[in-house]
């Protein structure tokens, strides 16, 4: 699904869109990008409100600290044990964001 064009999300940046009524984080690591459900595994938190770290690919929880690898979505410090989904996001030859949910675990 086409979700924002990618000079929308700056180098660094996050946004949050909603595919199907599900809130996604979409981040742009050095003009690569990544898409996470948006809701932490620990507790009702946006990660895309939280805190980028582009050196290692990826994103600190607002609310407690947990800290999720983007590409994986496995969790890399606690109190998170439970990964989040990660989602297929491609950029069209116009430079849009496209974002296919997977269906599979959390």
């Given amino acids: 699904m086409d979700v924002a064009r990618a000079s929308d999300i700056p180098p660094g940046h996050a946004a ?7 809130p996604v984080a979409i981040f742009n690591v050095d003009g690569a990008f990544y898409a996470l459900d948006d809701t932490c595994s ?11 770290d582009v050196d290692r690919c990826a994103i600190e929880c607002p609310l407690h600290g947990s800290t999720f690898d983007l590409r994986t979505g496995e969790p890399l410090t606690l109190p998170a044990v439970e990964p989040v989904r990660v989602h297929h996001v491609d950029v069209d030859q116009n430079g849009v964001l496209r974002v296919a949910l997977n269906g599979t675990g959390a």
């Avoid at 949050?16 to 599900?22: A, P």
């Fill in 42 to 52: 620990h507790a009702e938190a946006s990660l895309s409100e939280g805190d980028l």
């Fill in 16 to 22: 949050r869109v909603e595919i199907d009524e599900v």
